[in-house]
């Protein structure tokens, strides 16, 4: 009887990690620790969010395809800076890129998104910085196989 039970115990365990370890595979989140920074003034501050928005809309890239089929892009979406109050400006960003490669065992083109998520708040001369990096499921797509 004990025995039965062990091995209900170690088939329901067996399960539940199997299951873990498909979601995992699915997607993924991984938050970026909260941090503050002091400056010398909100505008100071404010130059800093500035200077960030301006890099990540300098990371953006139309999507590139290669003769064998592989892809990338990079994608902004954000509401750019927004002032919520006298002495507070926000700016919350999400970075994607997206890389495709041609699957021949699907016919298929099999592309991976991973993000980088972004929050930084100027409050007054304080910046306070928070985000999270991850994955999400690959998208898969029709694959016509160019002539030789």
């Known amino acids: 009887m004990v025995l039965m039970g062990f091995r209900s115990l170690a088939k ?3 399960l539940a990690i199997s299951l873990a370890s498909w979601t995992a595979d699915a997607s993924g989140r ?3 620790p909260p941090s503050s920074q002091m400056f010398a003034s909100h505008r100071a501050c404010v130059s800093e969010i500035e200077r960030q928005y301006a890099d990540d809309q300098r990371r953006i890239a139309e999507k590139t395809v ?3 089929g592989s892809s990338r892009e990079t994608s902004l979406e954000t509401s750019g800076i927004e002032r919520t109050g006298t002495n507070d400006v926000r700016y919350q960003a999400t970075i994607w890129y997206h890389h495709g490669r041609v699957r021949t ?3 298929k083109i099999e592309t991976s998104h991973s993000f980088e998520t972004r929050l930084q708040e100027c409050k007054g001369a304080m910046l306070h910085m928070s985000g999270e990096t991850g994955y999400t499921l690959s998208t898969f797509e029709p694959w016509k196989k160019s002539a030789p």
Do not use: Q, S
Request: proline share 8%; charged share 25%; no cysteine.
């Open 12 to 14: 329901a365990l067996g």
């Open 66 to 68: 290669e003769a064998d």
């Open 105 to 107: 065992d699907l016919g």
């Open 30 to 32: 991984l938050p970026v």
